[in-house]
């Protein structure tokens, strides 16, 4: 069975920038069961840390998940 973390990274990767589009994609199957785990958090700082750069949307997305994970 595939890795879902090293598969998404590295298309999330592909040319080192997270794109406007690529946040959406993670927001929409993120929120998409209304609850972020742990790991899925994780994935995204491990996916800020290895981009190359990132839009503002993606810091975005982690606050959000953030908040949700704490339940605020």
Do not use: N, P, Y
């Not at 920038?17 to 995204?44: G, W, Y």
């Amino acid at each position: 069975m595939a890795d879902w973390r090293k598969v998404s990274k590295a298309f999330a990767l592909t040319d080192g920038h997270v794109s406007e589009k690529e946040v959406k994609i993670l927001r929409d199957e993120f929120f998409a069961d209304s609850h972020i785990s742990q790991s899925e958090l994780k994935f995204l700082h491990e996916l800020k840390a290895e981009a190359k750069s990132s839009v503002k949307a993606l810091d975005d997305l982690i606050a959000d998940c953030e908040k949700a994970a704490t339940g605020e």
